[in-house]
């Protein structure tokens, strides 16, 4: 079984930054991607990044480039998602995922593709 935990969420103001860390345990995860969703209020939950297990091939939603990094120094480390310059609708309740993968690594952008979630943590941005 695979267990994923986020924290670092909080209440910021626009521009404001915060760092969300996903820990992930349970399993060997070489052969897993890492993703970071959010749901805002009232919404349907969407794609925000995409990280392999070793830490390469980022990938981001358009509405964050730029302003957000995923990363991860190895593999035994947890994910980060370090969000800067902050907007009101960046506000929503964040989720750390995990899927297998191939070869081949796409952009997996729908939460359907994904297998295992955590409990999430919520963000909030004040204008």
């Known amino acids: 079984q695979v267990q994923l935990v986020e924290f670092g969420g909080g209440s910021v103001h626009a521009g404001g930054s915060l760092r969300l860390t996903c820990a992930a345990s349970?399993?060997?995860?070489?052969?897993?991607?890492l993703g970071w969703f959010r749901q805002p209020p009232g919404k349907e939950r969407e794609f925000v990044a995409q990280i392999s297990w070793s830490g390469g091939s980022p990938r981001y939603a358009d509405s964050v480039k730029g302003r957000f990094t995923i990363s991860r120094d190895n593999a035994n480390n947890p994910v980060y998602l370090q969000m800067n310059s902050l907007k009101p609708e960046d506000t929503a309740v964040y989720y750390c995922a995990a899927r297998r993968v191939g070869v081949a690594l796409p952009t997996f952008t729908d939460p359907s593709e994904y297998s295992y979630w955590g409990q999430g943590t919520q963000v909030t941005v004040s204008s």
């Open positions: 349970g399993r060997s995860f070489s052969s897993y991607v």
